[in-house]
């Protein structure tokens, strides 16, 4: 079964920096695409970066400049650095992988992102 680990959530303030890691149970090159959605409470969820195989990236338009995605192939995890939060970005943030030869999306358990004013 597979599975993505995720941590580094947490509170912070309005300015501050945040760093999500997502480890995939399988390794970083049989994925596809990876990437970061959250979900605010009643809202849908939202695509916030994704990081494709060839490293391609895109993200949603009210992070950009202020996120960043990326993958370090040696540790087999894919990063969100966050800068200038915003309190308008507490959600709960899923991990996303789409595995080249799985036929599902697969998700992690999500990790809470506090953003004070």
């Known amino acids: 079964q597979v599975q993505l680990v995720e941590s580094g959530g947490g509170l912070v303030q309005a300015g501050g920096s945040l760093r999500l890691s997502c480890a995939p149970s399988?390794?970083?090159?049989?994925?596809?695409?990876m990437g970061w959605y959250r979900q605010a409470p009643g809202k849908q969820r939202e695509l916030v970066a994704r990081?494709?195989?060839?490293?391609?990236?895109n993200y949603g338009d009210s992070v950009k400049g202020r996120f960043t995605i990326s993958r370090d192939n040696a540790k087999n995890t894919v990063y969100l650095q966050m800068n200038s939060l915003k309190p308008e970005d507490t959600a709960v943030y899923y991990c996303?992988?789409?595995?080249?030869?799985?036929?599902?999306?697969?998700w992690g358990q999500g990790t809470q992102v506090t953003v004070s004013s």
């Open positions: 399988r390794s970083i090159f049989s994925i596809n695409a």
């Open positions: 990081i494709t195989r060839s490293g391609a990236t």
């Open positions: 996303n992988a789409q595995f080249l030869t799985l036929p599902n999306d697969y």
